[in-house]
């Protein structure tokens, strides 16, 4: 079974000012691993994934995401925040055989303020 | 309409009542998804359908029953819920049902049951 940890529930960070967004997984086989982005009242919308080749992911906003296979980490990052980003984002795994069941994290908050 | 919508937007039931959550891609996918979201907990993956045959029913309770007449809409009927079933329900589509797809979500139905 595969399993994700998003240790932050909550990030809370000034405009203009870096952000990094942890994300670890667990699996014992080899996975997709998945950026969402859930803004207030609304879907999820996926930012970025990491299907094969080089391990350093761009996105949509400005956001980017490394993978780490020897750490299984998966952290999500952005050098310049904006008041738009406060939203919700999760980090999610899936199996790369057979149909597609991502496996989300509880979510990490990211709280942008003047 | 564009993209995936899913009506009603908030529904408040009573634990004997019937009801039924309608989701609709306009995405021309083949598979589409039912999750359940709590608060503070990851979100949970309940049922997957693949050109409207279900692929996965992740241990979910037999009060909750889906549908899936055509590749663009599903139904989650609900049947003498429990409290603890209040939730968001989100619906997803995407391509073809695999590892790689990026699943398209709905806004979500937010679910009350006294």
């Known amino acids: 079974a595969q399993s994700v940890t998003q240790l932050d529930s909550q990030v809370p960070v000034f405009e203009e000012a870096p952000v990094e967004l942890r994300c670890n997984y667990s699996s014992s086989v080899s996975v997709y691993l998945f950026w969402y982005v859930q803004y207030p009242n609304q879907g999820l919308q996926l930012l970025l994934k990491?299907?094969?080749?080089?391990?350093l992911v761009k996105g949509i906003n400005g956001f980017e995401a490394e993978f780490n296979k020897s750490q299984t980490s998966f952290h999500l990052r952005k050098p310049s925040v904006h008041i738009s980003d406060t939203a919700e984002y999760f980090c999610a795994v899936s199996v790369i055989s057979g149909f597609q069941k991502l496996v989300f994290g509880t979510g990490t908050r990211l709280l942008v303020s003047p | 309409e564009t993209g995936v919508t899913q009506t009603p937007r908030h529904l408040v039931m009573g634990m004997t009542n019937k009801k039924s959550l309608k989701c609709e891609q306009h995405l021309g996918h083949n598979a589409m998804y039912w999750y359940k979201q709590s608060a503070k907990k990851p979100l949970e993956l309940m049922f997957v359908y693949s050109l409207e045959e279900r692929v996965e029913n992740n241990s979910v309770p037999s009060r909750f029953s889906p549908e899936c007449p055509n590749s663009s809409h599903l139904f989650l009927h609900l049947h003498t819920l429990q409290p603890e079933d209040s939730a968001l329900y989100l619906c997803a589509s995407s391509q073809g049902g695999g590892g790689t797809d990026t699943q398209y979500f709905g806004p979500g139905t937010r679910l009350t049951v006294l």
């Open positions: 990491y299907l094969s080749g080089s391990t």
